[in-house]
């Protein structure tokens, strides 16, 4: 390796995130090169500098960061939009209902309800349509 070369990696060196494939070579430049040596001691003079340093944080610091963060929403909004796409998805449901099973709620000629039965049938017991399936059964006595 040239100097150049060793000389872009000497802070990756210093902090150990050197690439595999190139530590040995840069550790055997290291080796053999005054001028390189030089620099990295250099480097390392001036990081232990600054890691000595003690920067004062200024009062009222965190305050000021705080007022200009963006405040939380209200936990009532949330619950606001919860409630708003219940009431769409119910409406949206029971609207959708007529289209998906038509006849489930015309009359039958002695006033009652056809309860879908063809349509709920098919459903497996313990389903949603199974316990509508069953529970109409029970209320009509079969």
Same mark, same amino acid.
């Given at each position: 390796m040239k100097c150049n070369e060793v000389q872009e990696y000497l802070?990756?060196?210093l902090d150990g995130e050197v690439p595999?494939? @190139? $530590?040995?070579? @840069? %550790?055997?430049? +290291? =080796? &053999?090169?005054? %001028?390189c040596q030089g620099e990295l001691a250099a480097l390392e003079r001036l990081d232990a500098a600054l890691a000595g340093l003690e920067v004062?944080?200024?009062? &009222? +610091? %965190? %305050?000021?960061? $705080?007022? $200009?963060?963006? $405040?939380?929403a209200s936990p009532w909004r949330h619950n606001l939009a919860l409630a708003a796409c219940l009431v769409v998805g119910i409406f949206l449901g029971g609207s +959708?209902? &007529?289209v998906l099973y038509p006849g489930a709620g015309e009359a039958n000629g002695n006033g009652t309800e056809i =309860? &879908? +039965?063809?349509?709920?049938?098919?459903?497996?017991?313990?389903?949603l349509g199974g316990v509508f399936f069953y529970q109409g059964e029970k209320e009509n006595g079969a």
């Open positions: 802070s990756t060196w595999e494939e @190139l $530590r040995q070579g @840069l %550790a055997d430049h +290291l =080796a &053999g090169c005054p %001028a004062p944080v200024p009062q &009222g +610091l %965190a %305050a000021k960061v $705080r007022r $200009r963060l963006p $405040r939380p +959708l209902s &007529g =309860a &879908g +039965l063809e349509i709920l049938q098919d459903y497996p017991q313990g389903s």
